[in-house]
T-cell receptor, first 116, second 109 residues
Framework: NAGVTQTPKFQVLKTGQSMTLQCAQD?????MSWYRQDPGMGLRLIHY???????DQGEVPNGYNVSRSTTEDFPLRLLSAAPSQTSVYFC???????????????FGPGTRLTVT | KQEVTQIPAALSVPEGENLVLNCSFT??????LQWFRQDPGKGLTSLLL?????REQTSGRLNASLDKSSGRSTLYIAASQPGDSATYLC????????FGKGTRLHILP
């Protein structure tokens, strides 16, 4: 099983460039989310989705856009990269909390992004 | 707004000791509480998941408890080993799953 996959693993951008971080899961999970991790800050929630066509903001949404056109994919877009967005980005998925299952979160391996 | 706090931020203990890591949350309306381990430069490894209807879960030397009324969860590690050295993170919430900043654990050989 692939689980949660993220591409690319590493990326260097220049200030002002745009890019999309890809996240896909093959577990038919309804819930997906994006986090960023900075040194000493733990993981902070950027955006999340409770199902296809539904997205909402997390703790630190500014500078990021998301969409959820399919159950499997949840891309994160940086429209104009800034040095403050240098971070490690993790994608996660889980069953919906109302599904009656364990609602355990599964994480991808992360994308390390540097903005110069 | 859910806030998750982990105390202490760092902990060093001699090998073989039992230890407790603490996690507190401000909003008791959580679906579950999950504990993770993270090694330096690596991703997250799920350790234990406690659903909101449960009070504790056990896996090997690890035991996690959840008290929603007091907004607290603890991770108990028995007979600590140098291989347990890592950062331990807790996360909980409803639709928004919020993480604490973690406890950096160092087991002294």
């Amino acid at each position: 099983n692939a689980g949660v996959t993220q591409t690319p693993k590493f990326q260097v951008l220049k200030t002002g460039q745009s890019m999309t971080l890809q996240c896909a899961q093959d577990m038919n999970h309804e819930y997906m989310s994006w986090y960023r991790q900075d040194p000493g800050m733990g993981l902070r929630l950027i955006h999340y989705s409770v199902g296809a066509g539904i997205t909402d903001q997390g703790e630190v949404p500014n500078g990021y856009n998301v969409s959820r056109s399919t159950t499997e994919d949840f891309p994160l877009r940086l429209l104009s990269a800034a040095p403050s967005q240098t971070s490690v980005y993790f994608c996660a998925s889980s069953p919906a909390p109302t599904s009656g299952t364990s609602y355990e979160q599964y994480f991808g391996p992360g994308t390390r992004l540097t903005v110069t | 707004k859910q806030e998750v706090t982990q105390i202490p931020a760092a902990l060093s203990v001699p090998e073989g000791e039992n230890l407790v890591l603490n996690c507190s949350f401000t909003d008791s309306a959580i679906y579950n509480l999950q504990w993770f381990r993270q090694d330096p430069g690596k991703g997250l490894t799920s350790l234990l998941l406690i659903q909101s209807s449960q009070r504790e879960q056990t896996s090997g030397r690890l035991n996690a408890s959840l008290d929603k009324s007091s907004g607290r969860s603890t991770l108990y590690i028995a007979a600590s080993q140098p291989g347990d050295s890592a950062t331990y993170l807790c996360a909980g919430g409803d639709d928004k799953i919020i993480f604490g900043k973690g406890t950096r654990l160092h087991i002294l050989p």
